[in-house]
């Protein structure tokens, strides 16, 4: 059974990214991540914060299609 998600540093967020192939292209109001996969653009972005909610780690799921147990 998995655990639950809970907030995580900016850091961790960006490190799980690229270690997942995920190529940082622009840094605004957030930190813009891209990568190519089977012929599809995946697109996701880390807000500038110390701490990313569990909110928005769960959209980052959503977008990029890695399982959760990453992000715990």
Request: no cysteine.
């Amino acid at each position: 059974m998995a655990g639950r998600l809970r907030p995580l540093q900016q850091n961790r967020v960006i490190q799980i990214l690229e270690s997942n192939g995920f190529v940082r292209v622009r840094s605004g109001k957030h930190i813009t991540f891209k990568k190519i996969f089977q012929d599809k653009v995946l697109t996701t972005w880390v807000p500038h914060h110390s701490e990313v909610s569990v909110f928005v780690i769960q959209h980052i799921i959503r977008q990029t299609g890695k399982p959760r147990e990453e992000f715990e």
